[in-house]
């Protein structure tokens, strides 16, 4: 069992940066590859970024490559995303999720692939 719990989320202009924090809790948190989806009102979840089991693989959706890095500290059972360069349509609902698995240097970017997913945290982006 992994419960996950977002914070960092809230109101920046256009161009500022945010960190976004997912506290994990459970015994396998160590061994679960780790992804950002967001969801923006009237649409679908989406894939953000995505880390496997110890941190060697990263991916990222194209909108957010080169502005955002995923990171992890097992040690401290967290996963981390830095967002830089705001933009109004980075706007959303941003959730962290866990999937269990003991492949290594794998990442997963599909919603039904995971496991467990925290609550969310809120992201708006002025212009």
């Known amino acids: 069992q992994v419960q996950l719990v977002e914070s960092g989320g809230g109101l920046v202009q256009a161009g500022g940066s945010l960190r976004l924090s997912c506290a994990a809790s459970g015994r396998t948190f160590s061994t679960s590859p780790m992804g950002w989806f967001r969801q923006a009102p009237g649409k679908e979840r989406e894939f953000v970024a995505a880390i496997s089991r110890l941190g060697s693989t990263k991916n990222y959706a194209d909108s957010v490559k080169g502005r955002f890095t995923i990171s992890r500290d097992n040690a401290k059972n967290t996963v981390d995303l830095q967002m830089n360069s705001l933009k109004p349509e980075d706007t959303a609902v941003y959730y962290c999720?866990?999937?269990?698995?003991?492949?290594?240097?794998?990442?997963?970017?599909?919603?039904?692939?995971?496991?467990?997913w925290g609550q969310g945290t809120q992201v708006t982006v002025s212009s």
């Open positions: 999720a866990a999937k269990l698995s003991t492949v290594s240097g794998v990442t997963y970017h599909r919603t039904s692939e995971y496991n467990y």
